[in-house]
């Protein structure tokens, strides 16, 4: 098949490298310094596994590489408006997208049952472009359970997960995404479709959300803030508003708050993503992650006071460092 990886970096390299090393015609869209480094001396992966290393086409323009059978989209969010419009030479008729980001994507409210289907986000798409360029009918939504970073341009490390969640949005599983989440599978990693991807997109957002940005604001790593007295009870309060949420929007949490944060903290001294993105200068994904959960709670009269403090002190740490 033909995939291409928008956004290679730690996710998308992790993805890009099992598949190509599989078999599969793999591209990868990246820039900068990633790029120059993946186009000499191709991607590394390193793993439980050793290093793996692969070529394949990288570009930072898509007409690179042409109509794709899968174009899975692996950018932070920030980065979408900018790049989503310049999609089209990667889509023929029955190209699938896969949307594989953190937090809530563009597409999420267009066949969510209750009261906010049909919704656009502000938080997310504001001007509607995104939804315009890439319609629901084209999407395989994904979730990601995985824990990566790139350790210098060109390298990346594995550390810990191997489950990708694909589900479609309508609820209707395709031919599409089985073949998918097959090829993921016998790529080494672990494919899963499911029927319900508004909940594990849903579920994992609680936990990013509860902890991510606690996470940037004290330099805590997810093991950190489970074991501090004083975070533990700021991200629990956090993932019960938001929790609160679900409920009034039919995404019924099975777990309480204080046990999804020791389910965070079972990945031990790590960082997540907006604090990687936060020491590395990198634009940080506050909306997608924080932003959307307040807007939600606005939508379904769900009072987030924690939310919202927190939120205002990460737009605060990250407008002061250039970065929102």
């Given amino acids: 098949m033909k995939i291409c990886i928008v956004g290679a970096g730690a996710i998308g390299g992790v993805l890009g490298v099992r598949l190509a ?12 310094v990633h790029l120059a480094a993946l186009r000499n001396n191709g991607a590394k992966l390193i793993d439980h596994r ?6 394949v086409a990288a570009s930072d ?16 969010t920030p980065s979408l408006p900018d790049v989503v419009p310049n999609l089209a030479p990667l889509l023929g008729d029955d190209t699938a997208v896969v949307s594989a980001m953190n937090g809530i994507p563009w597409w999420f409210c267009q066949h969510l049952e209750g009261p906010l289907m049909g919704r656009q986000l502000d938080t997310i798409d504001p001007t509607g472009n995104l939804a315009a360029a890439l319609p629901a009918e084209r999407i395989i939504g994904g979730v990601v359970h995985a824990g990566a970073s790139v350790s210098e341009p060109g390298v990346i490390r594995h550390a ?33 479709v499911t029927e319900s991807i508004h909940q594990e997109i849903w579920t ?35 993932m019960e508003e938001a929790i609160a949420i679900g409920g009034r929007i039919g995404l019924h949490m099975d777990m309480t708050a204080e046990a999804r ?13 907006i604090l990687q993105d936060l020491e590395k200068g990198r634009p940080m994904e506050i909306d997608a992650l924080i932003g959307v959960v307040a807007e939600l709670g606005r939508l379904v009269n769900v009072p987030t006071p924690t939310i919202d403090i927190v939120l205002a002190l990460q737009r605060a740490q990250a407008r002061f460092a250039g970065l929102y």
């Fill in 61 to 76: 323009d898509p007409i690179d590489f042409g109509p794709q059978d899968f174009v899975v989209i692996t950018l932070k």
């Fill in 160 to 192: 810990a997960g191997n489950l990708f969640i694909l589900g479609e949005p309508d609820g209707v599983t395709k031919a599409r995404t089985t073949t998918l989440g097959d090829a993921i599978s016998r790529a080494g990693l672990t494919g899963r």
């Fill in 261 to 273: 944060v020791d389910l965070g903290a079972e990945l031990g001294d790590f960082k997540p993503s």
């Fill in 50 to 55: 050793g290093e793996t290393v692969v070529r």
């Fill in 204 to 238: 994992k957002l609680v936990g990013n959300m509860g902890m991510g940005p606690i996470s940037a604001l004290t330099k805590l790593t997810l093991s950190g803030i489970a074991n501090d007295g004083d975070a533990r009870p700021i991200a629990v309060a956090m």
């Fill in 21 to 32: 090393d599989a078999g599969h015609n793999v591209s990868l869209l990246a820039r900068g």
